[in-house]
């Protein structure tokens, strides 16, 4: 498991070009509303950890997917990003991402619970909702709302980034009508969303069970707790009739006693235990799973805890004992070679992670990290091979920073100078670094033979006008 500082990359985040364009248009005509301009959507979610992980990751789009299927948005490529924050929070924002928070998987007891949140946040994608709006609102500034009304006058305009300095004038209404209006406008986002919801669930089989008990719970918290509460209240209002609705329709259900299955429960507790040995402190990790729970979650959380703050020769004995206990999962292996990695010893990291590798089928973020091991071997025989694997795991992860980082060491100790280079344009680029990404690409293209394919990509970089200047959003 990794964590990155910046998410993807900026363009990412912009508003997914015309399609949103027109929802929102529609949108607009329909309520008045509109969302916030381009310059401002990019900035939304950066500088939110994004944790990074196969085992996480394959589970919640083995969550996702029946529920994306059955809203019709299968191809649309939806992908859930884990957000290394403990504040339970969901949210959807352009239509290609459902987010969300490592709390709120850390907070759900079941599987059930988290599916119940992917089913109300498909929702929100398939009704085709203004995420921007949400997430303004989410961040509860008034000032914020108010520049994006101002986008109203703007779109009409046809006027694009700075559309928020068009001017107070544009808005006729008093503040606090806005605001109310905006309000009953989520309002009645939410409760479509939940309708959609359980719509889904019901096409799946599934019950909604979780997601009545979570909303109640979250409900509860929004009651007795004034002084401090989690961010998806802000976006979902939980007012008690919203709930009791949903709960009437949900029961309503043939589903509504349906479990999960205990291999998916398993799972489950297993990433709620990784979680907890990546992201809290020992004495957490402790508390949480206490020294007579020999069960595989709990494990699993000390093992990397241990790795994680105890030093890797406590942790190697507790990685060991959980691939013994399970001698084919990719995921202990991982664990191994990410602790024997970090701990300074690549060449030890390559074993396990060639086999975490294998037992994954390839996994593309196993097979950079096994890249970075061998990369870290300094060793110039096996830099082809940590070329090779780059290669293949940046077609399938093609914004990972790392991985062109990687490539560009590999390439660097194979001495082919000009695709070094290029990799290196290429990893700034996905950090979000367009100046570094030019100056780079450019001298790449000195190196390479003119009007060839990598020739050609370092020409697309170097004319790739940095993010302020761009006029479409994409
Ligand atoms: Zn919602």
Redesign the pocket.
Known sequence: MIEHGTPIRTRAWAPAGRALALATAVAVAATGLAPAPPAQAQNAPRGLPIIRDTEIEQLLRDYAQPILRVAGLAKQNVRVVVLGDRTFNAFVMDGRHIFINAGALFDAKTPNEIIGVFA??T??LAGGHLMKL?EQLATAQTASIIAMLAGVGAMVAGARAGAGNVGMAAIMAPQSAIQRSLLAYVRT??DQ?DHAGVKFLNATGQSSKGMVELFTRLANESLFNSRYIDPYLQ??PMPAERVAALAALAKASPNWNRTDSPELQLRHDMMRAKLSGFLDKPDTVARRYRLGDHSLPARYARAISAYRHSGLKPALVLIDELIQAQPNNPYFFELKGQALLEGGRPADAVAPLRRAAQLSHGAALIEIMLAQALNATNNKAVAEEAAGLLRSAILREPEAPEAYAQLAMAYGRKGDLANADLAAAQAAFTRGDIVTARQLAARAKTRLPVGSPAWVRADDIVNVKPPKARNTPN
Do not use: I, L
């Open positions: 109300h946040e929702g929100h949400r986002q939410e969303a976006t979902h």
